[in-house]
C-alpha cells in the first residue's frame, strides 16, 4: 500500500516509491513480488487502486521498484522474458564491438540486474534483496549463460549496496570456469553456479583475462580487477564520436585505462594520457602495446597538472575531460560544478583556435544543462567563443527510459573552439 | 550603456541585452555599432567598464547584440572574417550533402544574419538594422559571392521581423542571376547586386529551381517558394539517424516537402507521408520521384488522420512526428505540450512491439525535457515502454553556442517501443 504520493510518481512513469511513500507493508520478506495498490482513493468506501507488481527491499530507502504495471504471477518468467528482450535490444542495437552492457537494471525493466559482456567474460551484479535471492540467481545466471555461453562468468560485488540492502558481505568471484580456460578440466556443476554459498574459486587475475575489441580497438580486460563494472563501456559511442573530431596534439586527462586515448591515437599526431592511478596506466600502456600505438602516460593529479600545463602555456588540438564523478549527492552539486569550471577552463586556455574541447561528466546529480553552464562560464572567463557540436550521453547499451531520469547519467559535450 | 542586469547577461555569456536594461544610447543611429558599457559600478566616482562592441537597434525589444568582447575599429573587415570561419566550420564539419546553412546568425557570431546553400543557389537573410545598412549588405554580399560563386543569389525576407526593426517592408526577390541560368545574357553589374531599392528580377519559379542532395537523396527547391528559409536544413544529421533506425511499415507525420519519409523508403518496405498542405506535398512526389521511390501521399489534419488511424487499430513499425512550432512564445506552452503529448500518444498506440518513434519538436521554448516528459506520460497512457535511443538536436550547420540557449531549438528523440 503506498501513499498518493508514491502513486503519483509511478503514474508519472518512474519505478521507485520510496520509503516514506510506503503506508502498508507488513511481513512482506526481503526481496518479494508484492503488488502495489494506492491507499485511499476519492470514493467512500475508499477503495484501493492497483498499480502493478514490484520488487520489495526491507532495507533499502527506495523499498518497492516496479517491475509491471500488472499484477505478475511468475516472476521468473517475467525476469526470463526481460533478459531476452535485452539482449535482443543488444543485438539490434549494438555494433562494433563485442564488449558492452547486457542488462542495465532499470534501463532494462529489471531494477537491481546488471551484467556486461567483456568477448568471452561476463560479469555480473546484483543490487537489491530481491535479485539476490538464491532461486532468482539461478534463474539469471541460467538465462545469461544460456544466451552466451561464457567461458567465465564472475559476480562483482558493490560492497556499499549490499550493506544497504542488509545483505550479506561478498567478495568478486568466480561463478563459473568452463574447460576453454581450464586446459581440459570438467566443467563445473550447475549446483556452483547458483549457490551464493560455494566457496570462490581461486585464479591469478591473469588466468581470467580477456582481449575485447570495441570500435576496431583492442583491450585487455580483467573482470575482477578494474574500479567498477562496466568501465569502458558506457562511453564507447564517444569514444568513436571524439575520434571524428580530433586532429593534432590532443591531450586525455582522467585517462583510466586509455581508452579516448587510444581512439585519438588514430586521428591525432600525438596523445597523451593522463590519470592519477598507475595500475590504470599500465593497463593503458598495455592496450596502447596491444594496438601498436605510441602514447605517452603522465602519472599525475589533473588539476595540478591542467594548471602547471596552462601556466606553462602549453598547447593543444584535442582536449578530452573525462573525470570521475564529482559529485556523489545534491549537496555536493555546487562544489563539482565549480571542479567541472576549473577543469574546463584550464582546457580552453591550452586549446588552439579550432580546437576540440570532448568534456564529460558522469555525476547524475549535473545535469547536461548544469555542465553547459560550467563549460561558459569557462568560455567567458577564457575569451573564448564555443560553438557546441555535439550533447552526447550514453551508449546506446545503456539504455535511459524517459520517467527514470536516474537511468540517464553520463554527458559527454564535444566543442569547437575559436 | 547598459544596467548590471544587462552586463550580468552579457558576462554570463549571452550576447543580447534588452532594451529594458539599456540605460544610455543618445542618438544612436539605427544599426550602428556602438562601444557597451556598464553602468555605475562600485568605485566611487562610479567608473563605467567596457563590455565589448555590438549591432544596436533603434526598433527591437532587443536592443544590443554583441559582436566582440572588444571595441571594433572595423566592422566590415569583423563581418567578413566572421563569414569565412562560418565557411571554414562548415567545410570541417558537413558531410554528404551540397545544401546547409552557412550562415546561422548567433550561431556563427554574425547576429543578424542567415544564409543558406542549395547547391548553385544561396539564399540570405537579414533580420537586424545593422546587417540591413546599405554597406553591410554589400560586404555580405560580396563575401558570400566571393566564396561561392552561386548561379543565384536570393534574398527571403522575414516580414514581421522588418516590422519589429522598422525596416521597410521588401519581398523575397532574386538579387543575383548570372549567365549560367540565363542562357548566356550578361551578368548583372554588382551595383545591382547590394542596391535593396533595385526593382527585382521577375523570373518564374521554376526558373530559379535547383536540385541538391542530403544524405545521397536528392531533392527539388525553389529557393522562392516554400514556408521558410532553410527548410530541410536543419534535420539532415536526423533524417540520416532516423533512417539507421527505421524499418517495416513507417508513417511520416507532417511530412512538409517528404524529408523523413524519402529517408525512410530506403529501409522500410512501405512509407506513408501525412501534410496538411497540397503544395508540399506536391513537391514531396516531386522529391519521390527523382529518386525512384514510391510514397504514399496523405493531405490531411495530422491530428485527425492519427486519432482515426489510431481507433480504426492501424499499426506501424516506425513514426515520425515532425511537427511545426506549436509553442511561439512561453504563454504557449502548456497548450503545446498538450499537443505533443495527444500526438504521441495517438504514435505510441500504433507502434508494434519493438517499433521506432521519432518524435521532434522545433519549439524553442519547449525544452528537451518537456519534449521527453510529453513522450513519456504518453507511454504511460498508452502502457507502453519505451527506451530512448537518441537525444538530438538540430544539424550541425545549425550550430549552437553555449550560452546562447536560443540557439539550440530542435529536439528530436528516437525512442524504441516494447
Given at each position: 500500500m503506498v501513499s498518493r504520493r508514491g502513486a503519483e510518481r509511478i503514474r508519472a512513469g518512474h519505478v521507485w516509491v520510496y520509503r516514506s511513500d510506503v503506508i502498508k507493508a507488513e511481513e512482506v520478506p526481503p526481496g518479494a513480488v508484492v503488488t502495489v495498490q494506492e491507499a485511499g482513493g476519492r470514493g467512500r468506501p475508499p477503495h484501493s487502486r492497483t498499480l502493478g507488481s514490484a520488487f520489495y527491499s526491507t532495507a533499502s530507502e527506495i523499498a518497492i521498484r516496479m517491475i509491471s504495471p500488472k499484477p505478475t504471477d511468475n516472476v521468473h518468467q517475467l525476469v526470463r522474458e526481460r533478459v531476452r528482450s535485452a539482449i535482443a535490444y543488444r543485438e539490434r542495437f549494438v555494433d562494433d564491438t563485442n564488449a558492452y552492457r547486457v542488462v542495465y537494471s532499470e534501463g532494462d525493466f529489471l531494477p537491481g540486474l546488471i551484467a556486461d559482456r567483456y568477448n568471452d567474460v561476463l560479469s555480473f551484479q546484483v543490487l537489491t534483496q530481491a535479485m539476490d535471492l538464491p532461486e532468482m540467481r539461478e534463474t539469471l545466471v541460467a538465462e545469461l549463460r544460456r544466451a552466451f555461453d561464457p567461458a567465465i562468468l564472475v559476480e562483482r560485488v558493490d560492497a556499499r549496496v549490499r550493506q544497504l540492502e542488509q545483505l550479506p558481505e561478498k567478495e568478486n568471484k568466480v561463478v563459473f570456469l568452463d574447460a576453454r580456460r581450464r586446459g581440459g578440466a570438467p566443467i563445473s556443476p550447475p549446483s556452483d553456479v547458483a549457490a551464493p554459498g560455494a566457496p570462490a574459486r581461486q585464479l591469478e587475475g591473469s588466468a581470467l583475462s580477456t582481449e575485447f575489441s570495441m570500435n576496431g580497438i583492442r583491450f585487455l580486460f580483467d573482470p575482477l580487477a578494474g574500479q567498477k563494472t562496466g568501465a569502458f563501456l558506457d562511453q564507447r559511442e564517444n569514444y568513436a564520436a571524439a575520434a571524428g573530431y580530433a586532429r593534432g596534439e590532443a591531450l586525455d586527462v582522467f585517462s583510466y585505462q586509455g581508452g579516448f586515448a587510444l581512439h585519438l591515437a588514430r586521428v591525432s599526431s600525438k596523445v597523451t594520457g593522463v590519470d592519477s592511478s598507475r595500475p590504470a596506466l599500465e593497463a593503458a600502456e598495455q592496450n596502447a602495446k596491444l594496438n601498436g600505438r605510441e602514447i605517452e602516460w603522465i602519472e599525475a593529479n589533473a588539476f595540478d597538472l591542467l594548471r602547471d600545463y596552462s601556466d606553462a602555456g602549453r598547447h593543444y588540438d584535442t582536449i578530452v575531460l573525462d573525470p570521475p564523478?564529482?559529485?556523489?549527492?545534491?549537496?555536493?552539486a555546487p562544489a563539482a560544478l565549480r571542479a567541472y569550471k576549473e577543469l574546463n577552463l584550464r582546457a580552453l586556455k591550452m586549446l588552439r583556435p579550432g580546437g576540440i574541447l570532448v568534456t564529460c561528466s558522469?555525476?547524475?546529480?549535473?545535469s547536461a544543462s548544469d555542465l553547459l553552464e560550467a563549460v561558459m562560464s569557462a568560455s567567458v572567463d577564457s575569451h573564448r567563443n564555443l560553438r557546441l557540436l555535439e550533447n552526447r550521453g550514453q551508449s546506446k547499451d545503456h539504455p535511459s527510459v524517459?520517467?527514470?531520469?536516474?537511468t540517464a547519467y553520463l554527458k559527454c559535450l564535444i566543442l569547437l573552439t575559436s
Open positions: 564523478a564529482f559529485a556523489k549527492s545534491r549537496r555536493d558522469c555525476s547524475y546529480q549535473v524517459p520517467g527514470i531520469p536516474e
